[in-house]
């Protein structure tokens, strides 16, 4: 007994080794096939930072530069004065000032004008003595985002010019003002200044990566599909497993390199400062990269082609860039897309880099994203070494 029992640890061992060398040699052969293609470096390197130094200068939550349409017909000290506070505001661009409301129409039939604002006759006159006055604000709502912010920007400034005109009026209301309602005091956490690229470039970071895990890695085994080279690995005694681990291990350093890059863009270009522990941010984008890995991989199993294989990788980026809340609040969304959304492996990345970098969360606080991306990566792995079938 103790004979066999030896003779199969023995066994055992020169398994091992031979399954580690064929997993060497599969690492080297991919290792060499990406260096060879300078396009694929490109991807991997070259677009990422490209787009993660772009992305956050053009890409903005503020709206600016809102054309207006003035039509006054009072020509009053008060409305020059409401004029002259909305066009210092810096967020609208005068582009007509007259009397004719079918002239000022006619700007935002040609999409030259966002907003109308028409301040009727004796503007002045009712504010002094009737102490009230009412303006028309028309809005042009083809861009809804546009038209919601620029309406609510607009309606701040107008409420300010409003108090600013009954305290004017009647000084004796300063004093009334101050020691009545409510006075609220904000306090921003996390984000001191409200600087949007705070939350911005985080997400982006966590595209970076998915774009290149998932892309790259759907693209891998049907290359080999397509150029003849399947079928030599179909017929060699290398298993299911060491083979998939072979094609996801390479870009899975690579992906990692990638994110590092990121890291020292978003360092030195945005001075975003990691407030959080930094090997706990490379341990779950290490697992997350697991999770996408293995769906590309999965998508490559069942792509005859790389054509067909970049088509369905690119529909599911879509949907995962658009209800992972990148730029849409997913509380925002409607229910059953707050549901989609616990699918998406892109959420939880997002969430997590975010927590860690600008919060300080510890893994305790991150235990829930942690498991939902673990069940991801084993179900994804698993399904495309199931998947995936020697044969001639």
Do not use: C
Not at 34 to 43: E, H
Not at 258 to 264: E, I, K, Q
Not at 337 to 351: A, C, D, G, M, V
């Amino acid at each position: 007994n103790r004979f066999f029992i030896t003779l199969r640890s023995i066994q055992n061992d020169k398994t091992l080794k031979f399954k580690m060398k064929q997993l060497l040699f599969l690492l080297r052969k991919e290792f060499r096939q990406i260096f060879r293609n300078k396009s694929i470096l490109a991807i991997i390197f070259v677009a990422p930072m490209m787009q993660l130094i772009i992305l956050p200068l053009a890409a903005s939550y503020e709206i600016k530069n809102i054309n207006l349409s003035v039509v006054d017909h009072d020509h009053s000290s008060f409305s020059r004065e409401l004029i002259q506070k909305i066009t210092a505001s810096n967020y609208f661009k005068l582009q007509y000032y007259g009397e004719d409301y079918q002239e000022a129409f006619e700007t935002i039939e040609s999409e030259k004008s966002d907003i109308i604002l028409e301040i009727p006759p004796k503007f002045e006159q009712n504010l002094v003595r009737e102490n009230q006055q009412k303006v028309l604000v028309a809005i042009n709502a083809i861009n809804g985002t546009k038209a919601g912010l620029g309406g609510s920007y607009l309606a701040q400034i107008l409420q300010d010019y409003n108090q600013n005109i009954q305290t004017k009026l009647s000084p004796q209301l300063v004093e009334f003002q101050k020691n009545a309602g409510l006075e609220v005091n904000a306090t921003l956490w996390f984000n001191r200044f409200y600087n949007y690229r705070l939350a911005l470039v985080p997400g982006i970071l966590a595209f970076l990566v998915t774009l290149v895990g998932g892309m790259l890695s759907a693209l891998n085994i049907v290359s080999e599909k397509e150029i003849g080279t399947i079928e030599q690995i179909n017929v060699s005694p290398i298993k299911k497993s060491t083979f998939i681990l072979g094609k996801l291990i390479p870009f899975w350093i690579l992906a990692n390199v990638a994110f590092t890059m990121g890291l020292l863009v978003s360092r030195f270009v945005y001075g975003i400062e990691i407030y959080g522990s930094l090997p706990l941010l490379y341990f779950f984008v290490g697992v997350y990269l697991l999770a996408i890995l293995g769906f590309g991989l999965l998508i490559s199993t069942y792509s005859e082609t790389q054509q067909q294989a970049m088509f369905t990788i690119f529909f599911f980026m879509m949907i995962f860039i658009i209800m992972s809340g990148l730029y849409t609040p997913i509380e925002s969304m409607p229910e059953w897309s707050q549901k989609l959304t616990l699918l998406n492996p892109l959420t939880y990345l997002i969430e997590v880099i975010r927590l860690i970098m600008l919060k300080n969360s510890g893994f305790k606080d991150l235990i829930p994203q942690f498991i939902s991306i673990l069940g991801m990566a084993v179900f994804f792995n698993s399904w495309a070494v199931w998947n995936y079938r020697k044969t001639s």
